[in-house]
């Protein structure tokens, strides 16, 4: 299970997470951020991010850098299953 939490807008999130998750035959899950434009806040996105890693189970995270500095530490999380993941850099 694949979580995409970049904006599907930017070629990162449409390009390189959804091709790559359809390729491999995984399942897409996307962060609820109805009401966030563009990147929108990084704390808002990376809570929103949470919620789906935690309920969804997923296992590859692809997010930008701002949304993973705003996550909680490791010890702060609570039960999720990541095995990998791949960031986007360079923005902002």
Partial sequence: VVCISVTLCHPFGI?????????????????????????????KRAEATLEVLENEKCTLLFA??????????PSD????HLKGGICKTGSG
Avoid: E, F
């Fill in 15 to 43: 390009g390189s997470a959804v091709t790559a998750a359809i390729q491999s035959g995984a399942s897409i899950v996307l962060p609820a951020v109805g009401g966030i434009q563009g990147c929108g806040v990084p704390s």
């Fill in 64 to 73: 930008d850098t701002h949304t993973l500095k705003a996550l909680p530490t």
């Fill in 77 to 80: 999380i609570g039960k999720i």
